[in-house]
């Protein structure tokens, strides 16, 4: 189990992690109007917080563990001090433009359902949610046992799970796009073509309907 220092310090070194990043955000924040509030969902320790306020957004952060909120609350003191950023519980009570859910936030939860079903009523017309998840193509993972074992799940059931700390499952995008409706549409999908087998994770786009 990281703890919310050593999450920090790893997503902020690691090359092809900021790659990743530093994709997600750029596509973020070309969708995102001037001015407009943003949810991010699973903020971690506030790394992309940070960005979203520093190119003029006010963020709400949800982040469930207590080491991570602990180390975001350090990192984002001063946007937290003067309201740019701003803490919510489960229950997420604001109402934003969009929602953002960086590094697989999504592969945590099971049954995604309720969750759209909640950002329906967070999001404003015409807002998205914008989702990295884990790429269950990505033949990088293709030399691990547990990926060739549940390659007949993923093909035939579009999803799988396996016994690990943090609770990860896989899914193919149909189950997430499924999963939206009728609240979102899956707008797109990235990437595509070849990317699909040789990047580790898939950004995908629903916008509030």
């Not at 070309?30 to 699973?42: E, I, Q, T």
């Not at 033949?139 to 609770?167: I, P």
């Amino acid at each position: 189990m990281h703890t919310g220092e050593q999450y920090h310090q790893f997503f902020l070194t690691s090359r092809r992690e900021v790659a990743v990043r530093d994709r997600f955000r750029e596509l973020a924040l070309g969708l995102l109007a001037k001015g407009a509030d943003v949810l991010d969902f699973g903020a971690g320790t506030g790394i992309d917080a940070k960005a979203y306020v520093a190119n003029g957004h006010r963020t709400f952060v949800h982040e469930p563990s207590p080491s991570m909120r602990g180390h975001l609350e350090l990192y984002c003191h001063d946007e937290v001090a003067r309201g740019a950023v701003v803490c919510v519980d489960a229950d997420l009570p604001c109402r934003v433009d969009a929602v953002t859910a960086n590094f697989a936030v999504l592969n945590h939860i099971a049954d995604q359902t309720p969750l759209f079903e909640q950002l329906y009523t967070v999001v404003n017309p015409g807002g998205f949610v914008l989702a990295s998840m884990l790429n269950p193509y990505f033949l990088g993972d293709a030399r691990y046992g547990w990926w060739r074992r549940n390659l007949f799940n993923l093909f035939r059931h579009g999803f799988y799970s396996f016994e690990t700390e943090s609770g990860i499952h896989r899914f193919a995008p149909r189950v997430p796009e499924r999963a939206a409706a009728p609240y979102f549409r899956l707008e797109r999908r990235l990437p595509g073509g070849f990317g699909m087998l040789t990047e580790p994770y898939l950004f995908l786009l629903f916008r509030r309907t």
